[in-house]
Nanobody, 124 residues
Framework: QVQVLESGGGLVQAGGSLRLTCTASTPAFSDDDVTWIRQAPGKEREFVAS????????SYADSMKGRFTISRDRTKNLVYLQMNNLQPEDTADYYC?????????????????WGQGTQVTVSS
């Protein structure tokens, strides 16, 4: 049974921080790239950040640079998204997507495995 699980969401005031965690039982999670995607109510999905299999390469959407940090612990099969200086516009469901199958960089849907999401709400 392939499972992808996100955790760490919650309610935070503007300027606060949260750390999201992703773990998965995909065939080779520690060797797969991992991406965070978010979707706010009534809006389209948006690329947030991704990390390579060994953690040496990361990619961020321009609006997240300097505020969000993606990292991984391959030994523990964990991927993190540290979110600082959160703003109301960051309110969304955050999804962990594993193994990109799209040829498009920073794809919002081209991934083999998906979690069910964790909700982040930022109050003003």
């Amino acid at each position: 049974q392939v499972q992808v699980l996100e955790s760490g969401g919650g309610l935070v005031q503007a300027g606060g921080s949260l750390r999201l965690t992703c773990t998965a039982s995909t065939p080779a999670f520690s060797d797969d790239d991992v991406t965070w995607i978010r979707q706010a109510p009534g809006k389209e999905r948006e690329f947030v950040a991704s990390i390579s299999f060994n953690g040496d390469y990361t990619s961020y959407a321009d609006s997240m640079k300097g505020r969000f940090t993606i990292s991984r612990d391959r030994t523990k099969n964990l991927v993190y998204l540290q979110m600082n200086n959160l703003q109301p516009e960051d309110t969304a469901d955050y999804y962990c997507a594993v193994h990109r199958i799209s040829a498009v960089a920073q794809s919002v849907d081209g991934y083999r495995y998906w979690g069910q999401g964790t909700q982040v709400t930022v109050s003003s």
